[in-house]
């Protein structure tokens, strides 16, 4: 199985501030690379897929970017709504996995 | 619109199975697949199975010996049933539409608890 580490686990931050999210994959998944935004109250919605590509009606603040083993979510100014948790996922085998997650907390 | 709403027991006992239902509206099954993804109480996201469009599977090979996972079309249901519950499948099971050409989960429901306990 392809394991998929993120990093922080947890990382506070101030509104405005420009983050970085960053997932290694134990292979190569070849950008097959999703973002995924958890709320608190439990709703989880998609924000990228194939690594860089935008779900519609995701504001434009949110990019994806990464190749081969290592890939990253950036958030350019972060809004009060986004203080929730992400997960990357991979689907270029299965069975499809996903990182452990990171906190995104308002400092 | 799109949407996926999971049923299913909220506490089950151990050694028992599990019977979960996503049932869509807004799409039709024979478009789209459909996936389960679990979380633990306070732990990350497990995908579980899914079902495409074609009606083909596939399952996470650390439990595809306890799963199945089926549809009934006309329903507009999803079915996932897991055996031989322990009480670490404790957990919210969501479902999710697999998005067209790209398998990521671009709708999802907003899960249903299950409690594995005797």
């Known amino acids: 199985d392809i394991q998929m580490t993120q990093t922080p686990s947890s990382m506070p931050a101030s509104l405005g501030e420009r983050v970085t999210i960053s997932c290694r994959a134990s292979?190569?998944?070849?950008?097959?690379l999703n973002w995924y935004q958890q709320k608190p109250d439990g709703t989880i919605k998609p924000l990228i897929y194939y690594t860089s590509n935008l779900q519609s009606g995701v504001p434009s603040r949110f990019s994806g970017s990464g190749s081969g083993t290592d890939y990253s979510l950036t958030i350019s100014s972060l809004e009060p709504e986004d203080f929730a948790m992400y997960y990357c996922q991979q689907y270029d085998s299965s069975p499809w996995t996903f990182g452990g997650g990171t906190k995104l907390e308002l400092k | 619109q799109v949407q996926l709403k999971e049923s299913g027991p909220g506490l089950v006992q151990p050694s028992r199975t599990l019977s979960l239902t996503c049932t869509v509206s807004?799409?039709?099954?024979?478009?789209?697949?459909v996936s389960w993804v679990r979380q633990p109480p306070g732990k990350g996201l497990e995908w579980i199975a899914a079902?495409?469009?074609?009606?083909?599977?596939d399952y996470n090979s650390a439990l595809k010996s306890r799963l199945s996972i089926s549809r009934d079309t006309s329903k507009s249901q999803v079915l996932l049933k897991m055996n031989s519950l322990q009480t670490e499948d404790t957990a919210m099971y969501f479902c999710?539409?697999?998005?067209?050409?790209?398998?990521?989960?671009?709708?999802w429901g907003q899960g249903v608890m299950v409690t594995v306990s005797s």
């Open positions: 079902i495409w469009s074609g009606g083909s599977t």
């Open positions: 999710a539409r697999l998005g067209g050409v790209d398998d990521y989960f671009d709708y």
């Open positions: 807004g799409f039709s099954l024979t478009s789209y697949g």
């Open positions: 292979q190569g998944i070849s950008n097959y």
